[in-house]
T-cell receptor, first 115, second 115 residues
Framework: KAGVTQTPRYLIKTRGQQVTLSCSPISGHRSVSWYQQTPGQGLQFLFEYFSETQRNKGNFPGRFSGRQFSNSRSEMNVSTLELGDSALYLC??????????????FGPGTRLTVL | AQSVTQLDSQVPVFEEAPVELRCNYSSSVSVYLFWYVQYPNQGLQLLLKYLSGSTLVKGINGFEAEFNKSQTSFHLRKPSVHISDTAEYFCAVSTYYNQGGKLIFGQGTELSVKP
């Protein structure tokens, strides 16, 4: 069974631009979460989608948004990029949306560099 | 609110020596606890999790962890490490009441195994 895939793996953008990252969950998984990983702040939860609806949201500005499609694939978008948005963006999928003990499977991440 | 503290940012150890990576958490409600490993340029892989029941949890690659409710700790141990265990390790929590997969992570511990 294929794992979680994220595209692209690497991105370089300049300040003020916008970017879209893509995540394909494991086949059959319906919940997708996004995390930002930086050396300073560590791993921080961005949002979670299930059945095309955002179910949980972290403490990030409105420049960060996402969506989920009917096939469970998800995208996240960052508008008006800032230098501080440089990070590894990780996507995780799980079977369903349930009380917090469900296992999440992580993709390899997209490394975003903002110049 | 929940928080996770990993007490050591870096742990150097010689091959075949035992290792303990320390994790403390803070929460006003019951939690689920996880340890993840991240190898260079990869996503996170689940090592083990505590949901309920026996406080000693065994995971993959010979790792185990013990949940101590009174100490609010969930330390990770391995009796004999290998060079291939060199990676970053993350402790994480989610709560019974937090629907979905939102994980709160510690800052990570870099385990460096030397020959």
């Amino acid at each position: 069974k294929a794992g979680v895939t994220q595209t692209p793996r690497y991105l370089i953008k300049t300040r003020g631009q916008q970017v879209t990252l893509s995540c394909s969950p494991i086949s059959g998984h319906r919940s997708v979460s996004w995390y930002q990983q930086t050396p300073g702040q560590g791993l921080q939860f961005l949002f979670e989608y299930f059945s095309e609806t955002q179910r949980n949201k972290g403490n990030f500005p409105g420049r960060f948004s996402g969506r989920q499609f009917s096939n469970s694939r998800s995208e996240m978008n960052v508008s008006t990029l800032e230098l501080g948005d440089s990070a590894l963006y990780l996507c995780a999928s799980s079977l369903t949306f349930s009380a917090g003990g469900g296992e999440q499977f992580f993709g390899p991440g997209t490394r975003l560099t903002v110049l | 609110a929940q928080s996770v503290t990993q007490l050591d940012s870096q742990v150097p150890v010689f091959e075949e020596a035992p290792v303990e990576l320390r994790c403390n958490y803070s929460s006003s409600v019951s939690v689920y606890l996880f340890w993840y490993v991240q190898y260079p340029n990869q996503g996170l892989q689940l090592l083990l999790k505590y949901l309920s029941g026996s406080t000693l949890v065994k995971g993959i690659n010979g790792f185990e962890a013990e949940f101590n409710k009174s100490q609010t700790s969930f330390h990770l141990r391995k009796p004999s490490v290998h060079i291939s265990d060199t990676a970053e390790y993350f402790c994480a929590v989610s709560t019974y009441y937090n629907q979905g997969g939102k994980l709160i992570f510690g800052q990570g511990t870099e385990l460096s195994v030397k020959p």
